[in-house]
T-cell receptor
């Protein structure tokens, strides 16, 4: 089967660093994406890793290890507005069109 | 990033009626669009994959006669919830992408409430 695992909840304080892990088991893996979703809103794209290593975009970084089927999202200098749900998603090329397979999401609560 | 719009953003309807939701890619041509539904505090569940000019591919357990999908152009896909029931109340989100290896961009979602 295909599955992704990530922690359900994470709590941290403003200014801190938090890491959200994601392990996956899928077929036709093409890359790992991360999305942020605030309550009542739509998912917004944060980052994408197709190759092993670290990708940095401002305060957010994402890492992938394909041999370990593992990735993480690193959020630095946390701000209150970072409180949201974060989803890892595998790009799968199984089938003719490919699709995203989402994890269950991690709710991040940033406290003052 | 690319912009995807959805209309309406919120709809309330009576049980037994049909509701149409539109998804548009505003600044790129989307060969593929996806429809998801999301219940509170849960993840996104893929309902179907929509390719322009061809029939949609539905995920297992999704009734294609109840959730009608039309992808008439490279910038528009529609989802029609037919004979809606209260259990169809959910957050419906579409996404669009250019090619199979490209990033999916999501619309703002449609909150459907069936009374």
């Amino acid at each position: 089967g295909q599955s992704l695992e990530q922690p359900s909840e994470v709590t941290a304080v403003e200014g801190a660093i938090v890491q959200i892990n994601c392990t996956y088991q899928t077929s036709g893996f093409y890359g790992l994406s991360w999305y942020q979703q605030h309550d009542g809103g739509a998912p917004t794209f944060l980052s994408y890793n197709a190759l092993d290593g670290l990708e940095e975009t401002g305060r957010f970084s994402s890492f992938l290890s394909r041999s370990d089927s593992y990735g993480y999202l690193l959020l630095q200098e946390l701000q209150m507005k970072d409180s949201a749900s974060y989803f890892c998603a595998v790009r799968s090329l199984s089938g003719n069109t490919g699709k995203l397979i989402f994890g269950q999401g991690t709710t991040l609560q940033v406290k003052p | 990033g690319a912009v995807v719009s959805q209309h309406p953003s919120r709809v309330i309807c009576k049980s037994g009626t049909s509701v149409k939701i539109e998804c548009r890619s505003l600044d790129f041509q989307a060969t593929t669009m996806f429809w998801y539904r999301q219940f509170p505090k849960q993840s996104l569940m893929l309902m179907a994959t929509s390719n322009e000019g061809s029939k949609a591919t539905y995920e297992q357990g999704v009734e294609k006669d109840k959730f009608l999908i039309n992808h008439a152009s490279l910038t528009l896909s529609t989802l029609t919830v037919t004979s809606a029931h209260p259990e169809d109340s959910s957050f419906y989100i579409c996404s669009a992408r250019l090619g199979p290896t490209d990033t999916q961009y999501f619309g703002p979602g449609t909150r459907l409430t069936v009374l």
